[in-house]
């Protein structure tokens, strides 16, 4: 019940909006996500810790004659993810509040038609039902970059949409490949996915087909190209989507799909995924080095932290798994922190570019304060909430394969180096004409940066019931792949 | 049957009209009527006795589902096509030669002896060939309808030869007889042969599909507009469902023949049609091209040789259909206002005309098979009633189509947020009404797919 009225309110408020007009938009769009937030607690509330099997269920047959069934529940993977979209989007709707964008309306309205697609995607227990939320949830964000983008839009959006459309093509494939695998009449439910039996070379092939649709989404080296532009160009609600929740689809589908389906498949190709995540993850963090855009390099610093999840995922450990999940949840929140704070300080100071920033802590200490925390985050810094998570994907990663834990492990220390070092170059320093364009938060920025502040130091310090959550469903999927937990 | 009757009624009507001056209602008397004949189809549903004219037609669930499908295409048509319905002295002429082409192409989708189908598709495109050459001072419009109707001469004569040679072999003209006789080890099989392929390149020829397909993009962008909306859609419909049933039901068992040819066709249709449709300018041209892709994937129903593959047909055609008109409506619209429908004539349009952007979106999306529009689901059918007993080479080869096909319908949509422009094109009623429909049905059949399989 929880789960339908999590997925339909969104999109019922979302269609809505469209026949409204002026400031009452906003307003309805922040009440109605605010709305959805407290529905999302009232599912953490409730929710049974101790299975790992999906709950809140809703199963209603859709298209019979295919055996396609509208198959929605939580397990606890999903409610986390679930979770991390109805805290973030009340903060994204305020966030692009300040910002006098055209035809507001829109906008407000395809946000939320967004976020039905992102929670169909994390709820969908039929794989039919997951493809279709997959396509839905890349439409609203398609448009939001298309509409309100910078100069290039029309050809990087145009990039996105197809490499992503490809990507998911081939996953349709896979996917119409396995359903006609089930015993007849065949089925797209997950369960009875999960439980066939494919043989090796089967596998072994159908990994590629899921495993491009999930990694161009994440994005994974060398499939990557698209979202440095991507990121850059659309306006910050939909770099914050995107890099917030949206770079979670991936991994949160190989979680579901990839790992449980083709068990076999991983044992073979794994080494190789986990090793371009790995290359993936140091490249980003090298080109994030030598960004002079803000806006790009934490666009990088972002693609380097969903390859190490994904690294993290493909170990097969129990950490790294537990530990992806957690990071999934922990880098929603640091990404939107940072795009948040690089975007007041672009709106400020008219400038994205490093090296004509400077002297802001002179003026507005709260800000700089804020803007330290939620870098540390990024960085991982005990206490904070990127620790938890970035430490078990270490230690799981570790577990696979030391070598790969110490390239991993560089991406750490490489991102202290490009965040501090950007941060003094934006923040610290002295006087400059810079600060005197520059002022302290005001309430409404306070307003959307205390509850990330909150959520990044509880994520740090008391991550247990986070954990405890993710730890059942994390095990359930370990036994579906019938291996071993090291 | 009785909704055979009406639109037959319907086109007397209009000829009257002529004679007892009462030209200015015809319009809105073919709406109703059509209306009126929807209702009755759907009233028709799971008859008892389907066969009628001694065996001539036959009315089937399936052919009914066939029947609502160019109806309600028929009808929506003529709401878009108020325009040329205007009094000009010609209008009962028109609204008669389109009431019989849908006339002509019922008894394409209800017949049930070859004889009627020659009947049916010769109706439908003597028809059309006069439709398209209406605009008489235009040159292209001479030229569509000179090359439209050699082409079709063409074709014509594969198709008659076709079933000769099938009569030849078989004694019979009746398609269940003739299935009869394919499945017991036919005798005068080099006729038969012959006669099955010669009836495939004739009807090939009729859905636009590759190598046949020279005519369509000429014809297509010199008809007036309205016209070329009404070929791509009922025409179209029409065509594949005449194509289903006679290779599905009376050559089903020698599948052997036709399958490695129509597979061949199917694949270059898709290819060639969207990768053609990537360097059109105009938008008339590049949904001649879309078109023979369609046809293509149309194919995929007929070789899949199920019962699966025909309700798929009916959901495809209707989502193609709809789409289509929506396309065409609004490409209408724009090329009065605008003088061309070349792909600049959109640009920067996304800013004041919220239901061209809307319906352009929608039915460009479900064009080019995006979830969760109805499109997709059309594809999703027919590529799973292919699989049922066939490998996956031509759906892969279908989806690297689709993955093409997502540039240039994306192009439009782009174009619509292109550049600077207040300017508003004024949409008439009936044409809002058009988009409207269309929009609502495109999404209803998205939400609930199962409508063509008595799902509702």
Aim: glycine fraction near 8%; proline fraction near 3%.
């Amino acid at each position: 019940m929880i789960t339908t009225a999590l997925l339909f309110f969104p999109l019922v408020v979302g269609l809505l909006l469209f026949l409204l007009k002026g400031e009452t938009v906003k307003k309805v769009a922040l009440g109605a996500s605010i709305v959805e937030f407290l529905l999302g607690v009232v599912a953490f509330v409730n929710f049974n810790k101790g299975n790992g099997l999906p709950q809140y269920e809703l199963n209603i047959p859709w298209i019979k004659s295919l055996g396609i069934n509208f198959h929605i529940g939580m397990d606890g993977i999903s409610l986390l993810l679930v979770g991390l979209t109805t805290f973030l989007l009340p903060l994204i709707i305020l966030a692009a509040n300040r910002n006098s964008y055209k035809n507001p309306t829109n906008l407000y309205a395809l946000m939320l038609l967004m976020q039905f697609g992102l929670i169909g995607v994390f709820t969908a227990q039929d794989a039919f039902l997951f493809y279709i939320f997959w396509e839905v949830a890349l439409i609203p964000i398609y448009f939001i970059a298309l509409l309100w983008g910078g100069e290039q839009k029309v050809k990087i959006t145009f990039k996105f949409f197809i490499y992503t459309l490809a990507g998911s093509l081939l996953m349709l494939v896979g996917l119409i490949y396995v359903y006609f695998q089930t015993p007849a009449p065949h089925s797209f439910s997950l369960t009875s996915l999960y439980e066939l039996e494919l043989t090796n070379g089967t596998q072994s092939w159908l990994f590629w087909l899921f495993f491009f649709a999930f990694a161009i989404k994440m994005p994974v080296f060398p499939f990557h190209s698209w979202l440095a532009d991507t990121y850059t160009d659309a306006p910050t609600p939909g770099t914050m989507l995107l890099s917030g929740i949206m770079s979670k689809m991936g991994v949160y589908g190989a979680i579901r799909l990839l790992l449980p389906i083709v068990p076999q498949g991983i044992m073979e190709w794994g080494p190789l995924a986990i090793t371009l995540a790995i290359i993936g993850v140091l490249y980003a963090s090298l080109m994030a080095m030598y960004q002079k855009d803000y806006k790009r390099l934490i666009a990088y610093s972002s693609a380097a932290h969903v390859g190490l999840i994904a690294a993290g995922v493909f170990s097969l450990t129990h950490n790294g798994m537990v530990g992806g999940v957690i990071q999934m949840v922990a880098h929603g929140i640091s990404a939107f922190g940072l795009f948040y704070v690089v975007d007041i300080l672009v709106n400020r100071t008219g400038s994205r570019d490093l090296d004509k920033l400077g002297g802001i802590r002179v003026v507005a200490p709260n800000y700089a304060t804020a803007f330290l925390i939620i870098l540390l985050a990024s960085i991982a810094l005990p206490l904070t909430s990127g620790f938890v998570g970035e430490f078990l994907l270490m230690a799981g990663i570790y577990e696979y394969n030391s070598w790969l834990a110490f390239f991993g492990g560089l991406t750490t220390i490489l991102g202290a180096v490009y965040m501090l070092k950007s941060y003094q170059k934006a923040v610290l320093g002295d006087k400059t004409e810079i600060s005197d364009k520059f002022h302290d938060l005001v309430l409404q920025e306070k307003i959307i940066l205390i509850p990330v502040i909150l959520a990044i130091f509880i994520l740090g310090v008391y991550p247990k019931p986070f954990i405890e959550i993710a730890e059942p469903a994390v095990k359930n999927l370990f036994s579906l792949m019938s291996i071993t937990i090291k | 049957m009785k909704a055979l009757l009406l639109v037959s009624g319907l086109g007397f009507l209009g000829i009257l009209s002529e004679i007892l001056n009462f030209k200015k209602f015809i319009y809105k008397l073919s709406i109703v009527g059509l209306l009126a004949a929807i209702v009755v189809t759907f009233l028709e549903w799971d008859n008892p006795t389907p066969a009628y004219f001694n065996n001539m037609v036959y009315f089937d669930n399936l052919a009914i589902s066939f029947i609502a499908v160019l109806l309600i295409t028929g009808l929506l048509w003529f709401l878009m096509a108020e325009s040329i319905f205007e009094n000009d002295g010609l209008q009962s002429d028109k609204s008669t030669l389109v009431l019989f082409s849908i006339v002509g192409a019922v008894c394409m989708v209800a017949y049930n002896n070859i004889t009627m189908l020659f009947i049916g598709i010769e109706i439908l495109s003597i028809c059309m060939y006069v439709l398209a050459g209406s605009k008489k001072e235009s040159l292209g419009s001479n030229e569509s309808a000179m090359k439209y109707f050699l082409m079709g001469a063409f074709a014509t004569g594969f198709l008659l030869m076709g079933i000769a040679f099938i009569y030849g072999a078989s004694a019979s003209f009746d398609v269940m007889e003739i299935k009869a006789y394919m499945s017991n080890s036919p005798q005068n099989i080099e006729l038969v042969y012959t006669g099955i392929i010669l009836l495939a390149i004739g009807l090939a020829f009729k859905i636009s599909a590759v190598p046949f397909h020279f005519w369509a993009p000429d014809v297509y962008e010199g008809a007036p507009i309205q016209v070329t909306a009404l070929m791509s859609t009922i025409v179209k419909t029409a065509a594949i469902a005449a194509f289903y049933k006679l290779f599905t039901v009376s050559f089903g068992s020698q599948e052997i023949v036709w399958s490695t040819t129509l597979s061949y066709i199917a694949a270059l249709s898709v290819l060639i049609g969207n990768i053609i449709a990537v360097f059109q300018s105009n938008v008339k041209r590049m949904l001649a091209y879309s078109g023979i892709s369609h046809a293509g994937y149309l194919l995929l129903a007929i070789l899949a040789n199920n019962a699966a593959g025909g309700t798929a047909l009916t959901y495809y055609t209707l989502a193609y259909s709809v789409a289509t008109i929506a396309a065409f409506t609004v490409v209408a619209n724009v090329a009065s206002v605008k003088g061309s429908s070349d792909f600049t004539s959109f640009e920067g349009l996304g800013k004041k005309n919220k239901l061209i952007t809307i319906s352009v979106i929608v039915s460009m999306m479900s064009l080019a098979g995006i979830p969760p529009f109805a499109g997709f689901f059309g594809k999703y059918f027919l590529f799973t009633s292919y699989l049922e007993n066939h490998s996956i080479n031509l759906v892969i080869i279908g989806l690297i189509g689709s993955a093409i096909s997502i540039y240039y319908y994306f192009r439009l949509i782009v174009n619509l947020f292109k550049g600077e422009s207040d300017e508003v094109i004024p949409l008439s009623l009936t044409s809002k009404i058009v988009l409207i429909i269309a929009i609502i049905l495109t999404v209803a059949m998205g939400i609930f797919p199962e409508i063509m399989n008595g799902g509702w």
